[in-house]
């Protein structure tokens, strides 16, 4: 696929549209970020918001994963909210949900 001007929403559709399963698959938002890491076998993902607004949504996770949410800020560690759910390839995928306050963050760890 060839984009001559790409900018992020151009490639985001280009991406979504070509069935591929994503490793995470969130609704665009500039002020989210994440990083996922593998550290000792356990899926391991940090999300932020880097926004002033608060950021509301569910992003997903390519495989099936019983998870944990870990609030930095606290120090609380409690069962997070998510659900399977089946992906476009077939196989069973982790949605999970993220609040999160303006500049807050969040951990999301395999059990």
């Known amino acids: 696929m060839f984009l001559q001007h790409p900018d992020a929403l151009d490639i985001a559709g280009t991406l979504s549209g070509s069935g591929l399963v994503f490793d995470v698959d969130h609704p665009l938002n500039p002020g989210l970020q994440y990083i996922h890491k593998v550290v000792e076998g356990k899926n391991v993902f ?9 950021v509301q949504t569910e992003a997903t996770l390519r495989d099936a994963v019983h998870l944990e949410e870990w609030d930095p800020h606290s120090g609380t560690i ?3 909210d998510y659900r399977f759910a089946e ?9 999970v ?15």
């Open 46 to 54: 940090f999300f932020a918001n880097t926004g002033e607004a608060p």
């Open 97 to 111: 949900t993220i609040n999160l306050k303006p500049y807050n963050s969040v951990f999301f760890i395999e059990k």
């Open 78 to 80: 409690r069962e997070a």
């Open 87 to 95: 992906n476009a390839s077939g196989s069973e995928s982790t949605v």
